[in-house]
T-cell receptor, first 109, second 114 residues
Framework: RKEVEQDPGPFNVPEGATVAFNCTYS??????FFWYRQDCRKEPKLLMS???SGNEDGRFTAQLNRASQYISLLIRDSKLSDSATYLC??????????FGKGTTLSVSS | DAGVIQSPRHEVTEMGQEVTLRCKPI?????LFWYRQTMMRGLELLIY????????DSGMPEDRFSAKMPNASFSTLKIQPSEPRDSAVYFC????????????FGPGTRLLVL
């Protein structure tokens, strides 16, 4: 079983839609959690960190459920510019970041 | 800051040739990471350095791959001899103070081995 698993998609949604991505991780010792965004033929960039209490950044909301070892990303009012691949990232003490394979989002007008 | 710099951006070579990829991390960052990304396997960590010292090279696929960091501002990833299955995008990333902090990626090197 891969340490970080994501539904690869693609998710195809119209502008203005709300879309949610899920991610599960296998190691209960994981300590830090992030979402990175990768545009087509570009490098990954940090979108947001994920905190136990959940956190929001504009139209983006991230949630963590440690008991279920589950992370989510909610995007409200989708824009064309949100089209990208979203990478779920976890790590545990003594290791570097572990990236999921990503979920592809395509927002259309 | 210029960000992480990688060269070359694109490389096309023939099987059996030596390939050298280069990376300049963000100034002041203590950690440097080399990744490989393919459609099939996603983003895989190959090796990472802390203060120029290799910490974890368990992701290096085989002896054909080697990485060095002779100083804080330069690292190389070498493949010798290259094979078609090495075709991928190779990213270098750096982070400040910890292997658990935000990583800043370079633009990547697209390698095609014929």
């Amino acid at each position: 079983r891969k340490e970080v698993e994501q539904d690869p998609g693609p998710f195809n949604v119209p502008e203005g839609a709300t879309v949610a991505f899920n991610c599960t991780y296998s190691n209960s010792a994981s300590q830090s959690f992030f979402w990175y965004r990768q545009d087509c033929r570009k490098e990954p960039k940090l979108l947001m960190s994920v905190y136990s209490s959940g956190n929001e950044d504009g139209r983006f909301t991230a949630q963590l459920n440690r008991a279920s070892q589950y992370i989510s990303l909610l995007i409200r009012d989708s824009k064309l510019s949100d089209s990208a691949t979203y990478l779920c990232v976890v790590n545990r003490a003594g290791t570097a970041l572990i990236f999921g394979k990503g979920t592809t989002l395509s927002v259309s007008s | 800051d210029a960000g992480v710099i990688q060269s070359p951006r694109h490389e096309v070579t023939e099987m059996g040739q030596e390939v050298t990829l280069r990376c300049k991390p963000i100034s002041g960052h203590d950690y440097l990471f080399w990744y490989r990304q393919t459609m099939m396997r996603g983003l895989e960590l190959l090796i990472y350095f802390n203060n120029n010292v290799p910490i974890d090279d368990s992701g290096m696929p085989e002896d054909r791959f080697s990485a060095k960091m002779p100083n804080a501002s330069f690292s190389t990833l070498k493949i010798q001899p290259s094979e078609p299955r090495d075709s991928a995008v190779y990213f270098c990333a750096s982070s400040f103070r910890s292997d658990q902090e935000t990583q800043y990626f370079g633009p990547g090197t697209r390698l095609l081995v014929l």
